[in-house]
RNA sequence: GCCCUCGUAGUUCAAUGGACAGAAUAGAACCCUUCUAAGGUUUAGAUGUUGGUUCGAUUCCAACCGAGGGCACCA
């Protein structure tokens, strides 16, 4: 609808508008839409921008889009639509209301997300790159991509090294996750171990060690089990598996022709580094002194590796934005030696999950796990729900799709890229701006339309009630939320707008029966919740959110 | 030391340079003989400091104060 005013506002004052914007004012006395004059024109018109207004109005007046349009202030016009216009859209609601076809020419792309380490613990941060880039992989799929989910997993590297040390020097018994912080706090403190650790390391790469070998299978085979059980939890499924031991040759083979075209330099100790300075950005190490390739050369691996698998438009990374600046200088080299999926690669980063008490840290212990995260939260549901009349299988899918619906919204409810301070009774919450107070609506409606089909209420536009409500407005503009969040790589847009959907139906629920025989408008009003749930559960499923029938 | 983010109600978060800065939560007062009260209605409360650009700044720029992250062999 904003693109339909931009358009007929661009008809009348002529082609070459510079950018302006049509905005949905926040006082419901503003009209439905509304633009600034001033925008219009640019600075330096030297007209009055209300005359200017007045004329633009004139013209457009008799557009049956509107029921009127009013100049007000020093130049902004107001757009109040009419009725009909949300009628007709109300009607055209189904489970494909709100698809844009954004991605013609470009439909390939694969996303990688979640990344949890072997040998390490998936803790909240994993669970916070998954909500993110699950729903970014959901919206891209829904508005037309074909999207490849990726989840790229380290296996070698100097955390292995630390794990295996932990578990052959501390106790054969530990935990993989306390045998890693274990060897990691070693190698921080005491010299002599953390050669060991190196040594260990080398070792591994050799495959050279029985016992280390066994211990390696082992504790990947362990890890991986664990993760998939995490996966399914979270109804995540991807498409590839990638390792770093995958990548790691052609990355090092990379950086190697790197350094004979001038790319890569030699540094000291026989590393080979990327100056980044001349790119105003920081000098990086992409293969060590032993002559093993790091974190960023299995990067640029990875990317050929992905291509190779996929031959993509677009290749998007979540990470934590710790990771910032490190992919700048990445990319940077990347561009250098592989141009071609340099200029598809993208970065997108969110914030930090930390503990009011500081940064969460693995190396030290001091970590939440993803899934006692989950199993704290299911608890908490499942007392909420034990004086209910539900079968097993019921109260399970609540219990599940509750909990996964809470943590996931609390991450997506805020913009991306900032940190989230995570505390446990405030950030998993059940009321208000929460997941739960979204599956509620919509089970709400739900509710409302099997008693519509008990009673035989069939539903129908024919007789519309007198005045349209803020409900019918707030529909229409589910397609405006999900290009949003698709444009700014942000789903909290669709949360956003969710949150207040769900306020808006919730009000309209305490406001009006809606199932009522002796009502001539009741028809409509089932209609109206029909469209309701359908956008409620399309939005919700764009953040992978489930919606539940009962609760 | 250098670089990058970020400072908004008591708290957790919103706000594409525009019309009185929105929610939620905690606080106060109401609403279940009506489709699930995980709900609804009413009420009080905020832009770190100092300048600048602009008709107009939470938004852009500068400085300062404060928080977080990063900066050659972790990922």
């Known amino acids: 609808m904003k693109l339909k005013i931009k358009k007929i506002i661009e008809a009348v004052v002529g082609k070459d508008v510079p950018n302006f914007s049509v905005e949905i004012p926040g006082d419901k006395n503003n009209g439905d839409y509304s633009t600034n004059v001033a925008l219009i024109l640019g600075k330096q018109s030297g007209k009055n921008p209300r005359e200017i207004a007045e004329s633009i109005k004139e013209k457009i007046e008799k557009n049956s889009l509107f029921e009127k349009i009013e100049v007000a202030g020093p130049g902004f016009i107001n757009f109040f639509v009419a009725d009909k216009v949300f009628i007709d859209i109300l009607k055209s609601v189904d489970k494909n209301y709100g698809r844009a076809e954004s991605f013609k020419k470009s439909r390939r792309i694969i996303i990688d997300y979640t990344d949890p380490n072997p040998f390490k613990e998936f803790h909240i941060g994993h669970l916070m790159s998954n909500a993110i880039g699950e729903s970014l992989s959901r919206i891209f799929e829904f508005q037309g991509g074909e999207v490849k989910r990726a989840c790229y997993q380290g296996d070698v590297g100097m955390h292995v090294a630390k794990a295996i040390w932990g578990k052959i020097n501390g106790a054969e018994n530990l935990e993989w996750g306390t045998a890693y912080a274990y060897g990691a706090k070693m190698f921080e403190e005491n010299e002599e171990k953390k050669k060991e650790i190196i040594e260990l390391n080398k070792k591994i790469f050799e495959k050279s060690d029985a016992k280390i070998n066994r211990l390696y299978d082992e504790g990947k085979k362990l890890s991986l089990k664990h993760f998939s059980e995490i996966y399914n939890k979270l109804d995540t499924k991807f498409d590839y598996f990638i390792f770093e031991s995958q990548v790691m040759e052609i990355g090092k083979k990379i950086v190697e022709a790197g350094l004979k075209n001038g790319v890569f330099e030699n540094g000291e100790n026989g590393a080979i580094i990327f100056k980044g300075e001349e790119f105003g950005l920081h000098t990086r190490?992409?293969?060590?002194?032993?002559?093993?390739?790091?974190?960023?050369?299995?990067?640029?691996?990875?990317?050929?590796?992905?291509?190779?698998?996929?031959?993509?438009?677009?290749?998007?990374?979540?990470?934590?934005?710790?990771?910032?600046?490190?992919?700048?200088?990445?990319?940077?080299?990347?561009?250098?030696?592989?141009?071609?999926?340099?200029?598809?690669?993208?970065?997108?980063?969110?914030?930090?999950?930390?503990?009011?008490?500081?940064?969460?840290?693995?190396?030290?212990?001091?970590?939440?796990?993803?899934?006692?995260?989950?199993?704290?939260?299911?608890?908490?549901?499942?007392?909420?729900?034990?004086?209910?009349?539900?079968?097993?299988?019921?109260?399970?899918?609540?219990?599940?799709?509750?909990?996964?619906?809470?943590?996931?919204?609390?991450?997506?409810?805020?913009?991306?890229?900032?940190?989230?301070?995570?505390?446990?009774?405030?950030?998993?919450?059940?009321?208000?701006?929460?997941?739960?107070?979204?599956?509620?609506?919509?089970?709400?409606?739900?509710?409302?339309?099997?008693?519509?089909?008990?009673?035989g209420i069939k539903l129908s536009f024919r007789k519309v009630t007198d005045k349209i409500t803020q409900l019918e407005k707030i529909i229409s503009r589910f397609p405006e939320a999900i290009l949003r969040a698709e444009q700014n790589y942000e789903p909290h847009f669709i949360s956003?707008?969710?949150?207040?959907?769900?306020?808006?139906?919730?009000?309209?629920?305490?406001?009006?029966?809606?199932?009522?025989?002796?009502?001539?408008?009741?028809?409509?009003?089932?209609?109206?919740?029909?469209?309701?749930?359908?956008?409620m559960k399309n939005g919700l499923w764009l953040l992978g959110i489930k919606t539940l029938e009962k609760m």
């Not at 999950?353 to 840290?361: I, V």
């Not at 139906?505 to 009006?512: G, R, S």
């Open 285 to 455: 190490v992409f293969i060590n002194s032993e002559g093993l390739p790091t974190y960023e050369a299995k990067d640029l691996g990875l990317a050929e590796v992905k291509y190779k698998k996929y031959k993509y438009d677009k290749s998007i990374v979540v990470t934590a934005n710790e990771q910032n600046d490190y992919f700048k200088v990445m990319l940077c080299a990347m561009d250098k030696v592989l141009p071609k999926l340099a200029e598809k690669t993208m970065h997108v980063s969110h914030g930090m999950l930390r503990l009011p008490e500081g940064k969460m840290s693995s190396r030290t212990g001091k970590v939440i796990t993803g899934e006692a995260l989950i199993e704290k939260v299911e608890e908490l549901v499942k007392e909420k729900i034990k004086d209910r009349n539900l079968s097993e299988n019921e109260s399970k899918e609540i219990i599940e799709g509750v909990a996964i619906g809470a943590i996931r919204y609390s991450v997506l409810k805020q913009s991306a890229g900032s940190d989230i301070i995570y505390d446990f009774d405030k950030s998993i919450s059940f009321e208000g701006d929460s997941g739960p107070y979204l599956q509620y609506a919509y089970t709400r409606a739900q509710s409302v339309l099997r008693k519509a089909k008990e009673e």
């Open 496 to 535: 956003l707008y969710l949150a207040e959907l769900a306020g808006i139906f919730n009000t309209y629920y305490a406001e009006n029966k809606i199932v009522d025989k002796a009502d001539e408008f009741s028809p409509y009003r089932v209609a109206l919740a029909n469209a309701f749930s359908l956008v």
